[in-house]
């Protein structure tokens, strides 16, 4: 049987969707989807039949990287390595300012000021750097297909990476600043992909091969490391 601690650390999700019990990965632990029809006994034979995956992944999202925003730490952005310098100032105003050129992040905060309040000017920051970064990739990509987008979008999601609506806007999850710039690239070809055919056929995938033949690595390191694109 799975221990209390083991138990306490995964979130139980109740859905009216759902027909299955599903284990997923998050970057915050281990969630279980629960049918609104299950009932405790099969929860409990569910839990002590993946016991080894439970063990074994809460290891993996025990290793998470936390980021204090303290000086001295190394965050990896696009692919590259970039060192945060933290201010501490008397104003409110916390701000965050992300330099390229210098692979640098200057955090100017007081020093009370806790790295939750910072990691939302972390993020507004990044937004701005990596909508830049995906348009320029996007047109890049759009070209070989002839295509065209409306817009682009950056959104914190739990576990998807991108999206193509009918109307061509393009949304991104802006985590993927967090991946290796190959797995970026990959996010980004999947949904372009998408502005031809809204699809997963075998017609799609053969777009996705044109674009970016070696694709089917950074597809797998996605599905092995999603959990691990966090700033906690």
Known sequence: MQTEKEISKIKFVKSHKAKYLRLTVASDGLRLTVPRFATSLQV??????????????????GSIKKVAFVTGEVVSLMGEEYALK?????????????S???????????????????????????????TKYIAEKVQYYME???VKY???????QRSRWGSCSSKGNLNFNWKIALAPKEVMEYVIV????????????KNYWQIVRELMPGYTYPKDWLKKNAFNLEIL
């Open 44 to 61: 409990n034979n569910f839990l002590n039949k993946h016991k080894s995956w439970i063990s074994n992944n809460l290891e993996r999202v």
């Open 86 to 98: 933290r201010f501490y100032m008397d104003s409110n105003r916390t701000h965050v300012k992300i």
């Open 100 to 130: 390229v050129e210098e692979k640098t992040i200057y955090v100017f905060a007081k020093e009370s000021e806790q790295s939750t309040e910072i990691r939302a000017a972390f993020i507004a920051s990044l937004k701005k750097i990596l």
């Open 144 to 146: 070989p297909i002839g």
């Open 150 to 156: 409306q817009r682009i979008s950056l959104r914190e």
């Open 190 to 201: 999947h949904e372009v992909a998408h502005l031809k055919e809204h699809n997963h056929s």
